[in-house]
């Protein structure tokens, strides 16, 4: 009997030298994303787990989805994380957190999940507000307003395609305080479920970083990556895209290897993942945290979570044109890439 692992390997490998025909497209690559992305960061600032804004944003992706045809819904879930305050005092803060799923069924019962988070960073303690990281004003458009836009842009483009495996769009919260909307969905998936998912994508933080990255997990089997970490990275390089992988430069995450998300709880759980980001771990930092080199505009090397930085008029003002020409650049290489792996055409 074949493994696991075997199963998820041969079944995406059929799809590999597929061609498919070009989708009529009334807007060009990434457009949808991008207007999606600032939509949200704008509309939906301080997505923290739990609040208002975040059960608003929850329910706007909804409606996005069920505007495209899709069955969807929203799941809550209950956890808690801890906040310090300036005298090192730690309390609990309970929270609900919403998770948006909306399925694309396909014509046999395995499963590629693309994911992306919608929370927003909410401060862990007094020094935290002290140094505006989080809060009810942080608009998160790297973080991870454009890893929802691409998301829904895949959504689109997809609705009317058949494909021979389902597709599963999730939207989840809870990331910022430890990845919980993730674990809570991995906790829910039953064993048939978990084997019959052949890879989960995960999109986040695609605007600041000097490059995309398209990194496999630690468990993915090296077939598995070939077909899907190896395999966007060749589309990049079709399309004059700067793409690479982690180089290795931290023991604890190997070359190719990502760190640090969503896509961490079904690594450990043996399930294949790619994670998409743009960041630049060439610089010798230990997990992919400094997204670029310092500057006067990125004083730390990154925007993470800072009111200040992330935040779509101050990314138009130093980065000019970044937020469309990377939304455009990973549409343009997830989505052949989702049609291959899904089979498109082939229900």
Known sequence: MLSASRRRVAALAFSVCFTFPALAKTTAPGEFASTQARYIATYFPGRMTGTPAEMLAADYLRQQFAAMGYQSD???FHSRYIYTSADKQQNWHNITGSTVIAAHEGRV???IVIMAHLDTYAPRSDADVAQNLGGLTLQGIDDNAAGLGVMLELAAALKNIPTQYGIRFVATSGEEEGKL???SLLSRMSNAEKKNTLLVINLDNLIVGDKLYFNSGKSTPAAVRKLTRDRALAIARSHGIAAAINPGLNPDYPKGTSCCNDAE?????GIPVLSVEATNWSLGNKDGY?????SRDFPAGNSWHDVRLDNQ???DKVLPGRIAHRSRDVVKVMLPLVKEL???GKA
């Open 74 to 76: 929203i799941r809550t």
């Open 109 to 111: 019962k395995q499963q």
């Open 181 to 183: 909307g993730a674990e």
């Open 265 to 269: 709880p079904f690594d450990k759980a």
């Open 290 to 294: 400094q997204q670029r080199k310092t």
């Open 313 to 315: 008029q101050y990314l």
């Open 342 to 344: 899904a089979k498109a």
